[in-house]
C-alpha cells in the first residue's frame, strides 16, 4: 500500500504561481513512479505530468509544458507540482497518484487538492 495525501490548492489569480506536494508513505517508493492529474468540472480526469522516484525522469502534458515542473525530494518522500503562470482553464481538483513501475495503471490516489484561477 502506498499512502498519498496532496496539499497547497487554493485560489489565485491568472497570471500567479502556486506549489503542489503530495506527501507518500508506504512501500519502496523507488518502485513506483509517480504523477499528478487534475480533473475539471464536467470534464474527465486527465494527466498532467509525472515523474520517476528513482530516475527522476519527467513527461508532461503539452498544456502544461514550459509553465508546470514536477520535481521530488526523496529524503522527504515528496513529490511537488510548481505551476506557474497559472490560467483559468487550470482550474481543477489535482490528484497525486502512484503506480507500480511493472503496471500500466496508477493504483494509488490521494484525495485531491482544489486550484482555482481567477481571471
Known amino acids: 500500500q502506498v499512502q498519498l495525501v496532496e496539499s497547497g490548492g487554493g485560489l489565485v489569480q491568472a497570471g500567479n504561481s502556486l506549489r503542489l506536494s503530495c506527501a507518500a508513505s508506504g512501500r519502496t517508493l523507488s518502485k513506483y513512479r509517480m504523477g499528478w492529474f487534475r480533473q475539471a468540472p464536467g470534464k474527465e480526469r486527465e494527466f498532467v505530468a509525472s515523474i520517476g522516484w528513482s530516475d527522476g525522469n519527467t513527461y508532461y502534458a503539452d498544456s502544461v509544458k514550459g509553465r508546470f515542473t514536477i520535481s521530488r525530494d526523496n529524503a522527504k518522500n515528496t513529490v511537488y507540482l510548481q505551476m506557474n503562470n497559472l490560467k483559468p482553464e487550470d482550474t481543477a481538483v489535482y490528484y497525486c497518484?502512484?503506480?507500480?513501475?511493472?503496471?500500466?495503471?496508477?493504483?494509488?490516489w490521494g484525495q485531491g487538492t482544489q486550484v482555482t484561477v481567477s481571471s
Open positions: 497518484a502512484a503506480r507500480p513501475l511493472d503496471r500500466a495503471n496508477y493504483d494509488y
